[in-house]
């Protein structure tokens, strides 16, 4: 059986993702038998014209697309992915003849309304790799859905088989490893837990993730190392043990994590990252008010966040700190808490990413939410009426304004559309000429920030 799998993800900002359950797929789906190519778009001109040549080389028997994320969850700015991908399946369709399958985490996220809008034939629900077996013995009969299971963690596919590392070099882009599955937060809308088919960690052993980096570095030249992690902190006692051998093989890598929790953001933590190689870190408490930490479904308290802003600056970490505000239970006074949190607790070399309205998806904790208070039922598409949510009760004109306030008023305040502005595709660049290995918004301290709002960009 020839698989094709196809990586239409082209959105490169404000990180580029290397396809990390694409490329595990790929090679659980050649230990079955399978003969398999793999197709990435990610830095591809013409997306259409690529795939017809890919299938005509490869006569495949079976086309595969990831889907990473249905939109940009912007309500100043929506972006709205599967418009791209459409096509692409539709190509594949009538030029290879053979039944088109997505999976990822944008098509975990609504699994029957992201097939149907692309017009799949089969939607994998959840990690894929174990359904391999599954999609090649049904190919000719296949359902509608599959459900995936969670795997051990495999810390991560062979980049460099299966890619062209050149433009993600080009690009400054890290390479994804992840340590553990699942996810057991409930952060009220996430559905991180149906991305990740289980509400339980699934835990690697620490040898063999620690074994599996040592491979891609000596493999790619790559030393910046992302963590993928749902959580990446959690549980505490695993991270320990994990950064202490990370520690002890002393790889000098440029270590970061996207997922930070402050619940077990503990000075000992902390300080078994930064002794691993930990230089920058990503951490959404989302609200710096204690009643909203709650009605968010966070799982930590405020003790924990200002412990975490204090340790974190004393240890010499870069933090990017990203808020949600307008979610249930916000008002005024919690608005005003989180932005003073920001202000007074947060660096000003520290980045904060500020997002209003809480963007609404089917099957999570806030679409019940918002259902009970009269909001329309959510669609894939962002820029639909009433797909974004904002407490009852308060103003969203007093709330837009407020944070424009705090973002002229702060150097490292921004909002998410400047995340993916074409400032971001310059520094990618530059860092990869320079050879850089901290993550791009590492570059958005005070006087860069202040050159790209002159420049209109920000």
Aim: proline share 8%.
């Amino acid at each position: 059986m020839r698989l094709l799998l196809v990586n239409p993800n082209q959105e490169t900002r404000p990180v580029p993702a290397m396809p990390i359950g694409l490329l595990r797929v790929a090679e659980a789906a050649e230990a079955a038998g399978m003969r398999v190519s793999v197709l990435d778009l990610a830095f591809v001109g013409n997306a259409d014209k690529a795939l017809r040549r890919r299938i005509a080389a490869v006569q495949p028997d079976l086309v595969g697309f990831t889907v990473r994320n249905i939109d940009n969850a912007d309500a100043q700015a929506p972006i709205y992915y599967l418009d791209a991908v459409r096509p692409l399946v539709q190509t594949a369709r009538d030029v290879a003849g053979v039944p088109v399958v997505i999976g990822g985490a944008g098509a975990s996220m609504a699994p029957d309304a992201v097939r149907d809008a692309l017009g799949a034939d089969c939607v994998v629900v959840g990690p894929g790799e174990g359904v391999v077996e599954t999609l090649r013995d049904a190919r000719d009969a296949l359902p509608p859905r599959i459900e995936g299971t969670v795997q051990g963690p495999a810390p991560a596919a062979d980049y460099r088989r299966w890619l062209d590392l050149r433009p993600w070099r080009r690009r400054a882009a890290p390479l994804p490893v992840q340590s553990r599955r699942g996810c057991p937060r409930l952060c009220v809308y996430c559905n991180y837990a149906a991305i990740e088919s289980s509400t339980k960690y699934v835990l690697g052993d620490v040898g063999e993730v620690v074994h599996s980096i040592r491979r891609l570095v000596a493999d790619t030249g790559v030393r910046h190392i992302e963590f993928v992690d749902s959580t990446f902190n959690s549980p505490p006692n695993y991270t320990i043990a994990l950064c202490e051998a990370l520690a002890s093989a002393d790889l000098g890598l440029d270590l970061g994590a996207s997922g930070i929790t402050p619940r077990f953001a503990s000075r000992e933590v902390l300080e078994a990252m930064r002794a691993a190689g930990f230089r920058s870190i990503w951490c959404s408490p989302d609200t710096a008010a204690e009643s909203t930490i709650a009605s968010y479904g966070k799982g930590f308290a405020r003790a924990d966040l200002d412990a975490m802003a204090t340790a974190s600056e004393e240890l010499g970490f870069t933090v990017m700190w990203s808020f949600l505000f307008g979610g249930p239970g916000e008002t005024e006074q919690t608005v005003a808490e989180t932005l003073r949190f920001a202000r007074e607790q947060i660096p000003q070399d520290h980045p904060v990413m500020l997002t209003s309205r809480m963007r609404i998806y089917p099957g999570t904790a806030l679409a019940r939410i918002a259902s009970d208070q009269g909001f329309p039922a959510p669609t894939l598409d962002p820029r639909a009426p009433g797909q974004f949510y904002v407490a009852p009760g308060l103003d969203p004109d007093w709330l837009d304004a407020t944070l424009f306030e705090a973002h002229e008023s702060l150097p490292n305040l921004m909002y998410l559309a400047a995340a993916q502005g074409r400032v971001v595709g310059w520094l990618q660049r530059l860092n990869g000429v320079l050879g850089r290995t901290q993550p791009t918004w590492v570059d958005y301290a005070p006087i860069r920030r202040n050159v790209m709002k002159m420049l209109g960009r920000v």
